[in-house]
């Protein structure tokens, strides 16, 4: 079993991609297989980056138990007007800033969803939003 909590502040980019490097690094010394262990890097960079981007900071919370890797997400707002658009592919509300950096191309929630095996999100204007995704340690 294994449990980790990374805090992540808003507008961090001279830090992105660490806490997704660091939850990689840990798969790899449980010995979880390449394939997993590449779903996970993809999904737990993309959670990293939108609170960078995109929220107030946050928190991303690893588990790992026998049967199931669990990547948590939560931050602090300004939360997600409309989830079913977020979705979409293609959909960004990315500055200026972000862009020309090369995020905005509005694929990271659809990959997260697309390299997990559940996924679940809840977001509330003002509060926050936090999503849960799931992969099946095989
Ligand atoms: N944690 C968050 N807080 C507030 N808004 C968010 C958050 N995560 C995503 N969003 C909103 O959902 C949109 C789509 O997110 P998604 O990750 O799919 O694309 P993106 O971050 O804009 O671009 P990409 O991930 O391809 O670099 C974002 O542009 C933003 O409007
Ligand atoms: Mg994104």
């Not at 658009?85 to 500055?95: C, K, P, Q, V």
């Amino acid at each position: 079993m294994v449990r980790a909590e990374y805090e992540i502040a808003s507008g961090a980019y001279d830090c992105a991609g660490e806490v997704s490097s660091d939850i990689k690094r840990q798969l790899k010394q449980l010995g979880i297989d390449a394939g997993t262990l590449r779903r996970v890097a993809v999904s737990s960079y993309e959670m990293e980056m939108n609170i960078i981007i995109h929220s107030l900071g946050g928190v991303i919370n690893l588990t790992v138990d026998n049967e199931w890797i669990t990547l948590f997400s939560k931050d602090r707002g300004p939360g997600i007007p409309d989830v079913e658009l977020a979705m979409r592919e293609g959909f960004s509300t990315a500055g200026e800033d972000a862009r020309n950096m090369g995020f905005g191309a509005g694929m990271g929630l659809p990959n997260m969803k697309r390299n997990a095996d559940t996924f679940n999100i809840f977001s509330q204007m003002e509060e926050g939003t936090r999503i849960t995704i799931t992969f099946r340690v095989i």
